[in-house]
């Protein structure tokens, strides 16, 4: 079915140090991964995404990896600040009869970080 | 380049009354889709219209419907509401579903009494 899991659902860390948001979808076929960071009373809002063609992206502080075979991908956030502290939503498409996708939503990870 | 707008952005209902809601995606986004946000259910997915046609529907009852217009402003609508109706609703813009970002508007809190 369309689901996606995601781990843990609260998260709290010492600033500087790193933190790991994990997720697993069912659909083999959904290509495309995004994250979305949603601070608190605003709106969610993309902060990196993965394709299936790559297993690794980076973008300063934040990476994301994608395991095809295991059907699950993470967030990773190194030198935590207290600007990071947010809910961490992380997504997958997946393919509806009559074509298009479906972006199905994790139930998010609340990040907070600690001075 | 304006982002999304919905409005209202926030309102208050009793049972059994019906809402609309309304969403101006970014100029040039034919893909408008509805979320329902919740405490702990996180993001639901609602429904999807690309150039006036809803293209995808997620689990919800038939009260929750939706339209989108030529110009690619969208509406949602709530019929005979429930408490657990209340929620904030969210529009998110796109160039395509699925395979590119998402763009959210700040979402209407619906709080049914």
């Known amino acids: 079915g369309e689901n996606v899991e995601q781990h843990p659902s609260t998260l709290s860390v010492q600033e500087g140090d790193s933190a790991v948001i994990k997720c697993t979808y069912s659909?083999?076929?959904?290509?495309?991964f995004p994250w979305y960071k949603q601070e608190l009373g605003k709106r969610p809002q993309l902060i990196i995404d993965?394709?299936?063609?790559?297993g690794e992206k980076k973008d300063q502080r934040i990476a994301v990896t994608l395991n095809k075979t295991a059907k699950h991908f993470s967030l990773h956030i190194t030198e935590t600040q207290p600007e990071d502290s947010a809910v961490y939503f992380c997504?997958?498409?997946?393919?509806?009869?009559?074509?298009?996708?479906?972006?199905?939503f994790g139930t998010g990870t609340q990040l907070k970080v600690e001075l | 380049k304006a982002g999304v707008t919905q409005t209202p952005r926030y309102l208050i209902k009793t049972r059994g009354q019906q809402v609309t809601l309304s969403c101006s995606p970014i100029?040039?986004?034919?893909?408008v889709s509805w979320y329902q946000q919740t405490p702990g259910q996180g993001l639901q997915f609602l429904f999807e219209?690309?150039?006036?046609?809803?293209?995808n529907k997620g689990n919800f009852p038939g009260r929750f419907s939706g339209r989108q217009f030529s110009n690619s402003r969208s509406e949602m609508n709530v019929s005979t509401l429930e408490l657990g109706d209340s929620a904030l609703y969210l529009c998110?813009?796109?160039?395509?579903?699925?395979?590119?970002?998402?763009?959210f508007g700040e979402g209407s809190r619906l709080t049914v009494l």
């Open positions: 993965i394709r299936s063609n790559v």
């Open positions: 219209y690309f150039s006036e046609t809803q293209r």
């Open positions: 100029s040039g986004h034919r893909s």
């Open positions: 998110a813009s796109s160039l395509l579903v699925g395979t590119g970002e998402l763009f």
């Open positions: 659909d083999s076929a959904s290509n495309y």
């Open positions: 997504a997958a498409p997946y393919e509806v009869t009559g074509g298009g996708n479906k972006l199905t």
